[in-house]
């Protein structure tokens, strides 16, 4: 179960990076204030300093796989909602848990795949000084994301310790 669990977390994570890479059309999705994984994407390609033609490339990158992307998104945001349903109506159901979460994993995995697929073909454009900065700015935000999810678990272990 703790596979499953850890699995899905890694196919959320997946899932919004996915988004973050090809979501020139995603509107207001996202953390509400923040402008979502896209706006962070545009932040970060801005502070990249890009030539106007490096513009061009990666724009086009990107909306090469702006359907495939919404999509895919689709998808996940459906596989996600089985899961909820599931773990709403059978949470002891550990095959109908099981499958949820294969469903989810399979479109993760296509999410990943493709996102590799566009990060490479923007790394491409970039010169080797851009790709350390994007490198940088993806470990910062690592990290921030990393503490956030700390923060939570450090919240859950408190009420846990005083109700135990």
């Given amino acids: 179960m703790k596979r499953i669990i850890v699995g899905i977390l890694v196919l959320m994570i997946a899932a919004m990076s996915a988004a973050a890479w090809a979501a020139k059309d995603a509107g207001s999705e996202g953390v509400p204030g923040h402008g979502g994984p896209e706006k962070g994407l545009v932040r970060m390609l801005e ?13 086009a990158i990107l909306v090469e796989n702006r359907e495939q992307a919404r999509t895919m998104r689709q998808s996940m945001k459906q596989a996600h909602e089985a899961m909820r349903k599931v773990m709403d109506t059978t949470p002891g159901d ?17 999410m990943a795949v493709r996102l590799g697929s566009v990060k490479a073909r923007i790394d491409a454009v970039l010169t080797p000084e851009q790709k350390e900065q994007a490198a940088r700015k993806r470990e910062e935000l690592t990290q921030r994301f990393k503490n956030r999810g700390d923060r939570g678990q450090k919240s859950l272990d408190e009420w846990i310790a005083k109700y135990q």
């Fill in 94 to 110: 550990e095959a109908a848990v099981r499958k949820a979460a294969q469903a989810m994993g399979r479109i993760g995995e296509d």
């Fill in 47 to 59: 502070d990249l300093n890009l030539t106007p033609e490096q513009k061009k490339q990666v724009a």
